[in-house]
């Protein structure tokens, strides 16, 4: 145990080295990105950390490199035709939006959409605004600002879907975004879920993963990008990405944070050419602070 005669550490130290060393990373690496969300309604199929993980490998989170799946085995019942209620936290901001779909199994889930890069990786992707099964609802609650609140938005189920333990998956498109490993631009929840036949409806009315059904409540109009400079607006089959303003949604969550930093939490995203001579002398910096520190412990 240390005594009263040791020598009193300046208080200002640690944190002047830290915030040395945090400037010099975002010189050395000024595009990595953070970004989780948590589904809360319908419960997700697993168990979820506080910033949402496990919620990268598409399609539902099961492969994430070291956050192994905890079944709750939580079923959500629902009857067909009904509007629903989609709640989510959006634990760690990136301008994106969200998609819902539905399928008998999770390997019948559609994949990711095609992304188009921007100054990201992560530019801009399409957004449906006529949706077929399994596809139930895009462009939901786009935002190009960190949110504080949860969210809630309303989907209608296909007034001809039923099913019995199927899955509902929830992704988020993240715009203004390097790559994480392994969900590329977009992050993933499910919930497994039941859809009864309305009352005087015969059972077996639909199917989840079909060619046809009604979509939900998807945006005809989208800016989901994050700094860039000019609005990126969608129709049908629009897109959306960089740049943009306004977002949409009543209420958020937790704002910007980029002090994530576990491996298997944080998706540690990193953009940017390795020749890059900012890289060099931002590196340098970081040597000698955090030598002078030591020094000076």
């Not at 994050?226 to 607006?233: F, V």
Request: charged letters at 15%.
């Amino acid at each position: 145990m240390r005594t009263s005669r040791t020598r009193p550490k300046a208080p200002w130290r640690a944190p002047a080295a830290a915030a040395l060393a945090a400037a010099a990373l975002a010189a050395i690496d000024p595009a990595v990105a953070h970004a989780h969300f948590v589904l809360l309604e319908p419960a997700c199929y697993s168990e979820q950390s506080d910033l949402g993980d496990p919620q990268k490998s598409a399609p539902c989170g099961q492969a994430d490199p070291g956050t192994p799946i905890e079944p709750t085995g939580e079923v959500t019942t629902y009857v067909q035709g009904q509007t629903i209620k989609l709640r989510i936290d959006e634990t760690i901001f990136h301008p994106g939006h969200y998609r819902v779909s539905i399928a008998e199994k999770p390997e019948s889930l559609p994949p990711d959409p095609v992304v188009t890069p921007g100054a990201t990786p992560c530019g801009s992707t399409v957004i449906e605004t006529d949706p077929q099964l399994p596809l139930v609802a895009d462009g939901l609650l786009v935002h190009t600002s960190a949110f504080t609140a949860e969210q809630t938005v309303e989907i209608k189920l296909p007034d001809d879907l039923t099913c019995e333990n199927c899955t509902l998956q929830v992704s988020e498109f993240m715009s203004n975004h390097g790559i994480n490993n392994p969900g590329g631009c977009f992050y993933h929840h499910c919930a497994t879920v039941t859809i009864l036949p309305r009352e005087g409806e015969p059972t077996g009315s639909g199917g989840a993963g079909g060619e046809s059904g009604e979509g939900g409540a998807a945006s005809s109009s989208v800016s989901s990008g994050g700094s860039g400079d000019g609005a990126s607006t969608a129709s049908s089959g629009g897109s959306a990405g960089d740049g943009g303003a306004g977002a949409s949604g009543d209420g958020g969550s937790a704002g910007a944070d980029a002090s994530d930093s576990s491996s298997s939490s944080g998706c540690g995203c990193r953009v940017g050419a390795a020749e890059d001579p900012a890289i060099a002398t931002a590196a340098g910096l970081l040597a000698l602070g955090l030598l002078r520190w030591r020094r000076r412990r």
